[in-house]
T-cell receptor, first 114, second 111 residues
Framework: DVKVTQSSRYLVKRTGEKVFLECVQD?????MFWYRQDPGLGLRLIYF???????EKGDIPEGYSVSREKKERFSLILESASTNQTSMYLC?????????????FGPGTRLTVL | GEDVEQSLFLSVREGDSSVINCTYT??????LYWYKQEPGAGLQLLTY?????DMKQDQRLTVLLNKKDKHLSLRIADTQTGDSAIYFC???????????FGAGTRLFVKA
């Protein structure tokens, strides 16, 4: 059974803390994505990666960075967490060799910044 | 820029048909998708349609695409309580990395 796992389901952090969200996929997918999901706004792309060590900014990259040192792992970093980064964070992966872009999602990490 | 819009809520009775609508702006969209998100879970692809098709049927699901009006719909026949979820409309281009998602329609199914 194909799987995308995220390191935590729930996380509570304080303003100014550095936060690491980890995502691992076991499908040997080239592409990986980080989204945030907010009510009424849907999914907004933060960053994506199409290969190891490669990264591209999405629509809302400010305040975030990413790291992809291994193919199966894609990390999202909040350098200095702020209350407006309280959200649900979803990781996804997809194959590069398909014309249609089916994405496989992890269960999400609900981050609260106090 | 590209945009995908859908209504936020839909309520139906068990056994009725549900129709979830979506409009998109990117005329170069090649693939259109419907994803389902159940409570506490990530999104899961339900079905997709290629832009040169106008209909796709898969068991209880029927997808209709009106490319001229940039309108996509998902019909769920004989809606069950297990269909209660958030349904996301999305679009992408051929081989493109990015998929643009709508805000999601929360479907409530009343017993």
């Amino acid at each position: 059974d194909v799987k995308v796992t995220q390191s935590s389901r729930y996380l509570v952090k304080r303003t100014g803390e550095k936060v690491f969200l980890e995502c691992v996929q076991d499908m040997d997918h080239e592409n990986m994505f980080w989204y945030r999901q907010d009510p009424g706004l849907g999914l907004r792309l933060i960053y994506f990666s199409y290969d190891v060590k490669m990264k591209e900014k999405g629509d809302i990259p400010e305040g975030y960075s990413v790291s992809r040192e291994k193919k199966e792992r894609f990390s999202l970093i909040l350098e200095s967490a702020s209350t407006n980064q309280t959200s649900m964070y979803l990781c996804a992966s997809s194959r590069r060799d398909r014309s249609y872009n089916e994405q496989f999602f992890g269960p999400g990490t609900r981050l609260t910044v106090l | 820029g590209e945009d995908v819009e859908q209504s936020l809520f839909l309520s139906v009775r068990e056994g009725d048909s549900s129709v979830i609508n979506c409009t998109y702006t990117d005329s170069s969209s090649t693939y259109l998708y419907w994803y389902k998100q159940e409570p506490g879970a990530g999104l899961q692809l339900l079905t997709y349609i290629f832009s040169n098709m106008d209909m796709k049927q898969d068991q209880r699901l029927t997808v209709l695409l009106n490319k001229k009006d940039k309108h996509l719909s998902l019909r769920i026949a004989d809606t069950q309580t297990g269909d209660s979820a958030i349904y996301f409309c999305a679009e992408s281009n051929t081989g493109g990395f990015k998929t643009i998602f709508g805000a999601g329609t929360r479907l409530f199914v009343k017993a």
